[in-house]
């Protein structure tokens, strides 16, 4: 059983407008996104890294990497069992599984990253990954920094804690006497954290009036870590998920249950397959599939 997974923000970069214009579906998708945000997305995708890593570029920036990604393994008959997106990329995982067609999805991820920047002021928020301790163990030391929770749970010993730029500082100053290694994240404000409520809020009214179908296929859900088809239950989690943590290790976990013996990355980077085989998944970036182009 095969799973295909979509990766985040963080996973863009300068010049990936050029490298993936390699894949024939490159010209018709880069061109319907352009027209659909009406911006030039592909001069931003290949320009200033800066500008590029702002939430409302970067989003849909990968977004449409990883379309085009897909829909290039799919002309060559490679399809998954079931799939599963980290953040972002679950906008990504509905759009290949048919759930919204590529132009709501670009649109959705363009105004989910603009009501991110929105929710907080820049500087007062930020991310940083602690590594090397158990999820239980970051859990517990959240509670004692305020306005600081857990946002991703990545593998069994890297987990992302996100809040206050205050507290992030103060945390990583404490980690590093207690011997426990914490990074900052170059990220603009502080995902998957109640402070994101409001864009939360913004992004419901948009999703208010789209019919979302059913999916190709089964979906795991980065707020559950369970899988569903019913498109209902995908509109609610898909907003649960920006203002709530990504159970993603759970997710994997969960889907190792359902039989998937191999995970694809499919979009820019390897940042999923790196954490994959960290915990001794089996597990491939999509280029390294050897389909010739």
Do not use: C
Not at 51 to 65: D, M, R, V
Not at 130 to 155: H, I, M, R
Not at 182 to 191: D, H, I, N
Not at 239 to 251: C, H, R
């Amino acid at each position: 059983m095969k799973a295909f997974v979509f990766p985040g923000q963080g996973s863009q970069y300068s010049g990936m407008a050029d490298d993936f214009s390699i894949y024939p579906e490159w010209n018709y998708y880069s061109e319907l996104a352009n027209k659909t945000l009406e911006i030039d997305l592909i001069s931003i995708m290949n320009g200033d890294e800066n500008i590029l890593k702002i939430t409302e570029n970067a989003q849909p920036a990968i977004f449409l990497a990883s379309y085009v990604a897909y829909k290039f393994l799919e002309k060559h008959n490679k399809t998954p069992d079931i799939i599963a997106g980290h953040s972002l990329g679950e906008y990504t995982a509905f759009a290949v599984a048919g759930v919204y067609d590529f132009e709501t999805g670009i649109y959705l991820v363009r105004k989910r990253g603009e009501y991110i920047s929105m929710a907080i002021k820049p500087g007062e928020g930020s991310m940083a990954a602690v590594l090397g301790v158990s999820p239980e163990e970051v859990e517990n030391l959240v509670k004692n920094y305020e306005g600081l929770y857990v946002a991703n749970y990545n593998t069994s010993s890297q987990t992302v804690i996100s809040g206050l730029k205050s507290s992030i500082d103060k945390f990583i100053a404490d980690a590093k006497k207690n011997g426990i290694r914490a990074r900052e994240l170059v990220v603009s404000g502080p995902f998957h954290t109640p402070f994101l409520e409001m864009a939360k809020e913004k992004m419901a009214r948009e999703v208010e009036h789209i019919k979302f179908k059913p999916p190709k296929f089964p979906i795991v859900m980065n707020s559950t870590a369970k899988e569903t088809s019913d498109p209902e239950e995908l509109k609610h989690y898909l907003l649960e998920q920006i203002s709530g943590p990504v159970y993603w290790y759970q997710s994997v976990k969960r889907m190792i249950e359902l039989g998937a013996s191999e995970f694809v990355e499919v979009g820019p980077k390897k940042v999923l397959t790196n954490m994959l085989k960290r915990e001794k998944v089996k597990a491939l970036h999509f280029q390294e599939l050897g389909i010739n182009i």
